[in-house]
């Protein structure tokens, strides 16, 4: 370390590590709309794997915000589902 800047590899463990707590606070998230729309674990497997296509496919079935599932900001569901 020079100069008191951080080595890349410090770094590269942080931003890993960011990336890390932002996987599991939106599998966190899925699990939660799972639970508030009582859909199995069969039927959130797929948007698990946090696959973009995937995860754009869930939001518009389910009608969840892409930003409350993504950041935590906004309501959960664009309308609060009927059924």
């Known amino acids: 370390m020079v100069g008191g800047a951080p ?13 890390r707590e932002f996987k599991e606070a939106m599998r966190r998230r899925i699990r939660e709309i799972a639970a508030s729309l009582n859909l199995s674990d069969e039927q959130i497997e797929p948007t698990l794997k946090l696959k973009h296509e995937v995860i754009g496919r869930f ?15 906004e309501p959960m569901f664009k309308v609060w589902p009927t059924s």
């Open 59 to 73: 939001c518009e079935a389910h009608g969840v915000s892409i930003g409350w599932l993504l950041e935590g900001i």
């Open 7 to 19: 080595d890349q590899t410090t770094g590269n463990k942080e931003a890993i590590t960011r990336r």
